[in-house]
Every structure is written in C-alpha cells, then in structure tokens.
C-alpha cells in the first residue's frame, strides 16, 4: 500500500532499503574468538595489559584487545586522566566503559585536551550522574574538538530549542547526536520538514522527542514524510511528529511483528492504520506487552479486537497498575448491578486515574465498600480473573 522507511544507525549510513535482495548480501565476520587472541610480549605490552585489567576494570580478553590500540609506556597520563574522570564523578564502572570504548582516552591531555571540554559541558548543565553517561555512550564525544565541533554542534541545537535545560532533556533522548555533523544531516531534513507545512514549533517538538531520526538520510526521510502523508497524518498536527518518531524507531522486522501479533487477534489493514493514525506511540510497545494485553481484553475479559482499535490506548496502559484494578472494581460493580446505566468498559479504562476515582469509585464508598475493596486489593486476581 505504501512503504515504510525505518531506523537507520545514525551518520555511519547503516541504512534499510526494503527493496534489497538480501541472499546477495554477504557479511564479513572479523571479530576474533578469546583462543585466537595472542596474549601480547614484551614489558610494555604488559604493563598495558595490566594497567587496563587492574587500574581501569577490564577483562583480562578486553585488556588483551584494547592493549593492540594503546600502548603505555608509562602510567603518568593515564593516572591523571582517570583522576580527573573521577574528579567529575566517574565511578570505576564508568572508567572501564569509556577505556573499553576509547583505550586512547587514556593517552589524552587530561589539562589541554580534556578538562576544556568536561567544564565546557557542565557549564551548559550536563553534570552530575548525567555527565558520566553521556560521555560514555559514544566514544566521539571526547575524541571531538571543542572548538569546531562541540560548541557549534550545541549552539546549533540550541538555536531550535532555545535553553540549555530543553538541550540537556533532547540529549538525554539521544546523546549519539552530539558524535556527528548535524548541522550537515540536519539541515536538509529540517528544510524537508518546513516544505511540507511542518510548524516550526513542532520540528522543536521533534527535536526534543527523538532527535536522532533528524539524522536519517535525505532521500529516506523524505519517503518517512511521505508514507505519513499517505496514511492520512496532516503535516501541520502534532501526531504527524509523533508517527515519525515512531516509524523511525526500529526496523521492519520488529515493525512487521507488532503489526502480524495485532492482526492475529482480528485486525484488519484498515484496522491497524486506524488505530496507529488514532495513536501512534501504540507501535512503541514491544511485542510482549502487545500480546498480553490482547490476551487479557480480548480472550479473558472478553472485549472484541474492535473496542481495542477505537481505543489504542489501552495498549499503552500498564495491566498490574491500571487495567485490573479498575477491571476489579467494574466486575464488583456490575456483578451486584450497582449502575442503572450499561458501562461502557473502554471508556472507563481509558479514564485517567483522578477522573476515574472521582467519578466510579467514590460513590461507592458508603453503601457498598467492597468496590473500593476490589480496587485496591491484591493484584493476584491477574491469574483467577475469568471476565465478566
């Protein structure tokens, strides 16, 4: 009907076209296996070895590897730079993912080439617990330069949300982004955005939400844009940001699975593209929660696959904390006809908690406690509850 177009490793180009014919793809396996391993000779190479495995936490087959990509000669520099990563409050288990990432961190200028870079970053607001994860999750960070690729890359963000606080939360959605060119991988995309009718607020929106998807490549973007356009998401709503977000979180096989395990339980084509249009976060839950939800809506409380397309929703609610206790507690009412009027089971469900309390529960509280009994008791009745 359409095609989709979806994640991509960012910058490095590891795209998926659909239209490949895969048997013609051949991989190239290089990792060596533990035996394969040399263990390195000579003193040098032993003090590395050591130095990775005793000072930085390595195992003894990572100090070997990593021991082939840095050679100490001395501990003076990497003593002061495991001082000052600890000076900024990086714990051991931090130090040995960075090493085991970067052996040539150990190297660095811990005065000149390092510390510019940690003040720099906290001077924006990236500190405390934050600061050591996010320089561990890409080994790009500390190899870029401040000057021409640190401060340009954040003052580019910057530019689009406006305040360190809104950079500080769209990279704590993606801190890989702060690894590339954006300003080149964004840009083009930016302008896709805008020549659709995309709201300038909303491409901040995105930003915030899922800024790694603005680094897909031009040409699968554009086909990204155009897929949601074919499914009825108007370029100017918020939902439209939304769905790209989701359609560009993982890749066709997972997306293909959610879809086949929502339409085993009696959905059709039409039905699925109405409920991702209705909610499109929906394809954002994993294939377990999917199938465990159904199984309870449809199998054990006995809703049609229907009321779960009105409402996706559901789907998105947790079934310990939300669903049975609310599903307890409309059994109790219903069993005792304590409504005059037919509930309607989605409507409640899909209620927030406050309104839900207020409007179900409260005036039960007098005449008939066991209500709120059945809505606060043990969630054990996950297994004996049968439906209604």
Known sequence: MF?????????????????INYSNVRYLQTLQSVNSIAAPTGDQQS??????????????EKAIKASKLVDIKN???????RQLLRSHGFATSHITSLVSKNPSILLADADKNLKPKMEYFESVGIRGPFLPKFLC???????????????????????????NENLISALKQSTRVIGNNVQKHMGPNLNTL????????HIVRLIMLKPQSLLLRADMFENVVNALKE?????????????????????????ESKKETL??????????????????????CSVKKIRVLMDFFVKKMGLKSSDIVRCPNLLMFSL????IPRVSALKVVMSKKLSKKDIDVVWYLNMSKKDFEKRFLTCYMDGNPEVMEAYKSSLDSRDSFIGF
């Open 320 to 323: 310990e904390r939300r669903i």
């Open 47 to 60: 003090l590395t070895v050591s130095y990775l495995s005793n000072a930085c936490g390595l195992s003894l």
């Open 75 to 81: 501990t003076q520099k990497p003593n002061s730079v």
């Open 3 to 19: 095609r989709f177009i979806f994640k991509t490793r960012l910058v490095q180009q590891r795209t998926i076209d659909f239209n």
């Open 137 to 163: 999750s890409d080994k790009r960070i500390l190899k870029s330069s401040l000057k021409n690729h640190i401060i340009p890359t954040f003052d580019f963000l910057r530019g689009f949300v406006e305040t």
């Open 231 to 255: 499914m009825g998401f108007e370029p100017t709503s918020m939902s439209f940001i939304i769905g790209f977000r989701s359609m560009t979180n993982f890749g066709k096989s997972k997306w």
């Open 194 to 201: 805008r020549a659709h009718g995309v709201p300038e607020p």
């Open 263 to 284: 339409m085993s339980y009696g959905w059709s084509e039409s039905d699925f593209l109405l409920a991702f249009k209705r909610q499109p976060i929906l394809m954002l």
